[in-house]
């Protein structure tokens, strides 16, 4: 028997809401960034379980694409992170408080 | 077969993605999220997509989370204190995670199909499709793709030039 697609869908959300809980709680610029990129590919094993289920082969080039702008935005990000970090000397968001009165 | 498959690589995910999440040190989340994504290209194959399975290895565990492991080096952020689950904000955090997981799951399942998965086509059959695809219906995305690539490579080097000019400036 093959899993359902339900399945998929409560995983993909699952692995989704832990990266947004990850989000939430850490402090860390940089852990923060790897669970940005953790929701990323959770919408995407959504996006390849429909399109399987679907029957299509759309939803596989989508996927595609979004790996590709995904490796484009975590160079550029990176490339923020460290810029801020060398104009700061750290990466904690408890301390880039510059906007708090 | 496949069902118990499908249980165990998605308890192993999840299991690693809680672990970037919880972990103290930067670089074991670094290597818990590389796990993670094995686990995700597992499942990409369970799903018949095996081109990108291959790439979500090659991409993903080959190159980001190389990055990423480079940058936490390069910041050294090793001398810290220890990250602790401050309560206020955890409670918060967990509650906020709670309603999103259960309202995408109530979104999700309305609209519950009954049918299972169409049968898939031969491997070779699929990438041929696959790449007639992207040669012909989607020409302008993939042109469009290799320009957000260049842009995204003149923006990191301009980034990484600026900083370095206003430290020799001091």
């Given at each position: 028997?093959?899993?359902?697609?339900d399945?998929?869908?409560?995983?993909?959300?699952?692995?989704?809401?832990i990266?947004?809980l990850g989000v939430?709680?850490?402090?860390?610029?940089?852990?923060?960034?790897m669970?940005?990129e953790l929701m990323l590919?959770a919408?995407?094993l959504a996006l390849?379980?429909?399109?399987?289920?679907?029957?299509t082969?759309?939803g596989?080039?989508f996927?595609?694409?979004i790996?590709?702008v995904?490796?484009?935005?975590v160079a550029?990000g990176?490339?923020?992170?460290v810029?801020l970090?060398r104009a700061?000397?750290?990466?904690q968001?408890?301390?880039?408080?510059s906007?708090?009165? | 077969?496949e069902?118990?498959a499908f249980?165990?690589?998605?308890?192993?995910?999840l299991?690693?993605?809680?672990?970037?999440?919880?972990s103290?040190?930067a670089?074991?989340?670094a290597?818990c999220?590389?796990l993670?994504?094995?686990?995700?290209?597992g499942l990409?194959?369970?799903?018949?997509a095996?081109?990108l399975a291959?790439?979500?290895?090659?991409?993903?565990?080959?190159a980001v989370v190389?990055?990423?492991?480079?940058?936490i080096?390069?910041?050294?952020?090793?001398?810290?204190?220890?990250?602790?689950l401050?309560g206020?904000?955890?409670?918060?955090?967990?509650?906020?995670?709670?309603?999103l997981?259960?309202?995408?799951?109530?979104i999700?399942?309305r609209?519950?199909?009954a049918?299972?998965a169409p049968?898939?086509?031969?491997?070779g059959?699929s990438l041929?499709?696959?790449?007639?695809?992207?040669?012909?219906?989607?020409?302008?995305?993939?042109?469009?793709m290799?320009?957000?690539?260049?842009?995204?490579?003149l923006?990191v080097?301009v980034l990484?030039r600026r900083?370095?000019?206003?430290e020799?400036a001091q």
């Amino acid at each position: 028997m093959t899993p359902s697609l339900d399945s998929y869908v409560m995983l993909s959300s699952a692995l989704f809401a832990i990266g947004f809980l990850g989000v939430l709680v850490r402090r860390n610029t940089l852990v923060i960034y790897m669970c940005l990129e953790l929701m990323l590919v959770a919408a995407t094993l959504a996006l390849v379980a429909f399109s399987r289920f679907n029957g299509t082969e759309e939803g596989d080039v989508f996927v595609f694409f979004i790996l590709t702008v995904a490796a484009a935005e975590v160079a550029v990000g990176l490339g923020i992170i460290v810029a801020l970090f060398r104009a700061r000397q750290t990466v904690q968001v408890d301390q880039l408080d510059s906007l708090k009165n | 077969m496949e069902q118990i498959a499908f249980t165990v690589i998605s308890a192993f995910t999840l299991a690693c993605a809680l672990c970037v999440v919880l972990s103290k040190n930067a670089v074991n989340g670094a290597m818990c999220l590389l796990l993670c994504l094995a686990g995700i290209a597992g499942l990409f194959v369970q799903l018949h997509a095996y081109l990108l399975a291959f790439l979500l290895v090659l991409v993903y565990a080959g190159a980001v989370v190389a990055l990423f492991l480079f940058i936490i080096m390069l910041l050294d952020m090793q001398g810290g204190q220890p990250w602790r689950l401050r309560g206020f904000q955890a409670v918060a955090g967990v509650i906020a995670a709670g309603l999103l997981i259960s309202g995408l799951d109530m979104i999700a399942l309305r609209g519950r199909t009954a049918g299972g998965a169409p049968a898939a086509g031969e491997v070779g059959s699929s990438l041929k499709l696959y790449a007639y695809q992207l040669f012909t219906t989607y020409l302008l995305p993939v042109e469009v793709m290799g320009f957000l690539l260049l842009i995204a490579m003149l923006g990191v080097i301009v980034l990484s030039r600026r900083v370095s000019n206003e430290e020799d400036a001091q």
